[in-house]
């Protein structure tokens, strides 16, 4: 039987891997998977209706607080989630994250003037990280380090500490990344990326604030138990002519039981 110790952590997105290519017309490929209790509830990605801006809201839900991991519009706005363990497990946090995808997508403001509205609310939230797209930069921060970092071109990974800190799953899912370039969008959604559920070797395991058992259980890159899981991939291939996303929903042993597609051109 697994017992507790993932207090704290929420529906939120847990490892991302991407390519940017500025200089290759603005072409970001990138596959996420969303890490969840089952029993939150959650809606799948779709546009949603209540959204405010004209240029769309496309985005899964947070059935419970309201927000979302992964974001985007039409413009080609993008922002998403991960969470960061250490130092935050078990703290309760004043204002979801799942707001801030959101609000960063249905502004026009650069990733530099979204994390300085941010500076006097971050301690708000729990423990996050952030990457951003305006179409022109795509940028890091994170409540532990409240700057932008303008990402450099090649392959980035983000799990649940800073961006590319090398755990075992980041270092496999870049190598996965870079295997898989030349295959990408032929092949979108049928290549091994994030698909792995070895569990990494108890020497090579972060200490993140977790129980030994837990820190085991989420070094996994598609993680399997009864009550916390890989729920959901999403992967996405953006430039500046247009966006191609597919979103798989994972049933209770991995496999994938439902696409869901969306395309339009910028």
Same mark, same amino acid.
């Given at each position: 039987m697994i017992g507790s110790g993932l207090e704290g952590v929420e529906n939120i997105m847990c490892l991302v891997v991407l390519d940017w290519q500025p200089a290759n017309n603005f072409t970001l490929r990138l596959v996420a998977n969303r890490d969840e209790f089952l029993e939150r509830p959650t809606a799948p990605m779709?546009?949603?209706?209540?959204?405010?801006?004209?240029?769309?809201?496309?985005?899964?839900?947070?059935?419970? +607080?309201?927000? %979302?991991?992964?974001?985007?519009?039409?413009?080609? &706005?993008?922002?998403?989630?991960?969470?960061?363990? !250490?130092?935050?497990?078990?703290?309760?946090?004043?204002?979801?994250?799942?707001?801030?995808?959101?609000?960063?997508?249905?502004?026009?403001?650069?990733?530099?003037?979204?994390l300085d509205s941010l500076q006097d609310s971050m301690a708000d939230y729990g423990g996050f990280n952030m990457l951003v797209c305006d179409g022109r930069e795509l940028s890091?921060?994170?409540?532990?380090?409240?700057?932008?970092?303008?990402?450099?071109?090649?392959?980035?990974?983000?799990?649940?500490? +800073?961006?590319? %800190?090398?755990?075992?799953?980041?270092?496999?899912? &870049?190598?996965?990344?870079?295997?898989?370039?030349? !295959?990408?969008?032929?092949?979108l959604g049928q290549l091994d990326i994030l698909t792995d559920r070895e569990v990494a070797p108890d020497e090579q395991l972060p200490e993140t604030g977790v129980p030994l058992e837990w820190e085991r259980i989420l070094s996994a890159q598609t993680i399997l138990t009864p009550t916390y899981a890989t729920r959901s991939r999403c992967w996405l291939v953006a430039d500046r002519s247009g966006v191609d996303v597919l979103e798989q929903q994972l049933d209770s042993a991995g496999e994938v039981a439902e696409d869901r597609r969306f395309t339009w051109s910028i």
């Open positions: 779709s546009w949603w209706p209540e959204s405010t801006s004209s240029f769309g809201l496309l985005a899964g839900k947070d059935l419970r +607080a309201g927000g %979302t991991w992964l974001a985007l519009d039409k413009r080609g &706005r993008i922002a998403l989630l991960t969470n960061i363990r !250490r130092g935050y497990v078990g703290k309760s946090a004043a204002r979801s994250r799942g707001e801030l995808a959101i609000r960063f997508v249905e502004s026009t403001m650069s990733a530099q003037e979204f890091w921060f994170s409540n532990e380090h409240p700057s932008a970092h303008i990402l450099p071109p090649g392959i980035h990974v983000l799990s649940n500490q +800073a961006l590319d %800190t090398p755990w075992p799953k980041v270092i496999k899912a &870049r190598q996965q990344m870079s295997e898989s370039l030349p !295959r990408f969008e032929s092949e």
